[in-house]
């Protein structure tokens, strides 16, 4: 049940799409620019990728159950792996602020109209 409410919560972001890379992990985009990745294991969320500044990403990953992720730590990217390790309202919001960093980096021409 977890995996459909990110998803929905995940594609009501402004022009968000979602494509399946990597075998098992649900890659969410926003003008072509990955914000969330839903890590799957047989179709059940294994974890939740996710962008973040460098200060919030110093304090989430002392945070036992969320760590480095791989591949984009350097990036600032984290992986909630227990998925305990955050209340579902926590999470919308981080995945909701990961969503508003890459906006921001897009240019202006790109950037969602109704975007944050």
Not at 38 to 46: K, M, V
Not at 104 to 116: E, F, I, W
Request: aromatic letters at 8%; one cysteine or more; charged letters at 25%.
């Amino acid at each position: 049940m977890r995996l459909q409410v990110l998803q929905q919560f995940a594609l009501s972001l402004p022009a968000t799409s979602a494509v399946r890379q990597w075998g098992e992990c649900l890659v969410f985009k926003v003008a072509g620019k990955m914000f969330l990745i839903l890590a799957l294991e047989a179709e059940t969320l294994d974890g939740v990728v996710f962008k973040c500044t460098p200060e919030e990403f110093d304090a989430l990953t002392e945070i036992d159950g969320i760590g480095q992720a791989p591949y984009c730590a350097k990036r600032h990217w984290v992986r909630v792996s227990d998925l305990l390790a955050l209340p579902p309202d926590e999470l919308q919001r981080r995945i909701r602020r990961s969503y508003e960093l890459v906006v921001l980096k897009l240019p202006k021409r790109a950037r969602p109209s109704s975007g944050s």
